[in-house]
């Protein structure tokens, strides 16, 4: 069975993260338009701002049929280059007002974005083709001091080394990702697996393999 990366939920296709976001977007590109806006040219902003894409033409204009019949927008008819007559859209007062709540909702969504995006990041990690789950990581500031400052306080003794080796290290299965070692090494050794600066990435796979074969 494959481990990599599984299809997208369809709800994560198509116009973006979130539907609804497609209202409030399109609402405020027609409040920075000095000028009523083509469907095409807001289809093109949408993509390159990263919202929509080139597939969400007939979601686009749905919304905008749907916004026009609600009085949030208006439109116009202008004559095409050389070509037939286009609808132009335009904000009115009450697609204004809509706006501005829009503002207040997506404050509070972003509130709960966050908190979503802090606690998933919390989860252990699965990695390669075995399961080596990390979260916290000891790094190579640790050699040679070994102070043990860290096991002191860890409340599941998940921390361990032998005389013999060079570093502590932390067990990825047992270490419940706690947080409390990390201000407690002298030598900043310790970090949250996805904290881990460049230099010593490979600590990650180091902490994970050294509890491979106990
Ligand atoms: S994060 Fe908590 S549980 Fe994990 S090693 Fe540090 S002190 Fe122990
Ligand atoms: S506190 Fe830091 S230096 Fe001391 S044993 Fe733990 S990781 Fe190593």
Redesign the pocket.
């Known amino acids: 069975m494959s481990l990599g990366p599984v299809e997208p939920s369809r709800r994560m296709r198509g116009s973006g993260l979130l539907h609804g976001f497609f209202e409030p977007c399109v609402l405020l590109l027609l409040s920075e338009s000095q000028v009523p806006a083509h469907g095409y040219r807001l289809l093109a902003r949408l993509t390159s701002w990263g919202v929509g894409s080139a597939a969400d033409r007939g979601n686009l204009y749905r919304l905008l049929h749907r916004l026009e019949r609600d009085g949030l927008i208006r439109s116009t008819r202008q004559a095409g280059h050389g070509g037939p007559e286009r609808r132009a859209y335009l904000l009115t007062a009450a697609g204004r007002a809509t706006l501005a709540r829009w503002e207040d909702v997506l404050e509070r969504d972003r509130a709960a974005l966050d908190d979503f995006l802090r606690r998933a990041r919390k989860q252990p990690r699965y990695r390669g083709e075995g399961r080596i789950k990390v979260t916290y990581v000891?790094?190579e500031?640790?050699?040679g001091?070994?102070?043990?400052?860290?096991?002191a306080v860890c409340p599941v003794d998940c921390?361990y080394?032998t005389n013999d080796d060079e570093?502590?290290y932390i067990n990825p299965d047992e270490c419940i990702d706690c947080g409390a070692?990390e201000p407690?090494?002298?030598?900043?050794?310790?970090f949250a697996e996805d904290e881990v600066p460049t230099q010593w990435q490979n600590f990650i796979q180091i902490n994970a393999d050294y509890f491979k074969d106990r």
Not at 145 to 151: E, G, R
Not at 184 to 190: D, K, Q, R, S, Y
């Open positions: 000891i790094t500031p640790c050699i001091v070994k102070d043990a400052s860290c096991v921390i080394s570093q502590y070692c407690e090494c002298p030598v900043n050794a310790i």
